[in-house]
């Protein structure tokens, strides 16, 4: 049984950065990777970031790509999503999944992700 958690979110000013951590337990060598996805309220959940299990290779979506930087500790279990430079936009639910191709991740339409593992999400706000 797979089981992710994420922790690490906050309240913070535009500019701000926090960091997000997603720990494992239980056997993800099935999966290709681990993605990071966040939903804002009233939106479909997004995909926004992915580690891939075999190379460690990342894809980012164009929307956070030179502001977060997605990174993995494999002895902990634990991957990483800095976030630097944020926005209000940036407002969300973020959450990490066991997936597939890291390329689906970063690129599926908004909601169309059918993945089984799932944390339980961590709230990410950004205001003045």
């Known amino acids: 049984q797979v089981q992710l958690v994420e922790s690490g979110g906050g309240s913070v000013q535009p500019g701000g950065s926090l960091r997000l951590s997603c720990t494992a337990s239980g056997s993800i060598l099935d999966a290709d990777g681990i993605g990071w996805f966040r939903q804002a309220p009233g939106q479909e959940r997004e995909g926004i970031s992915c580690i891939s299990n075999s190379d460690g290779s990342t894809l980012y979506r164009p929307s956070v790509k030179d502001r977060f930087t997605i990174s993995r500790d494999k002895a902990k279990n634990t991957v990483y999503l800095q976030m630097n430079n944020l926005k209000p936009e940036d407002t969300a639910v973020y959450y990490c999944?066991?997936?597939?191709?890291?390329?689906?991740?970063?690129?599926?339409?908004?909601?169309?992700?059918?993945?089984?593992?799932w944390g339980q999400g961590t709230q990410v706000a950004v205001s003045s």
């Open positions: 999944a066991a997936v597939g191709p890291c390329i689906i991740v970063v690129t599926h339409a908004p909601g169309m992700y059918n993945y089984d593992h």
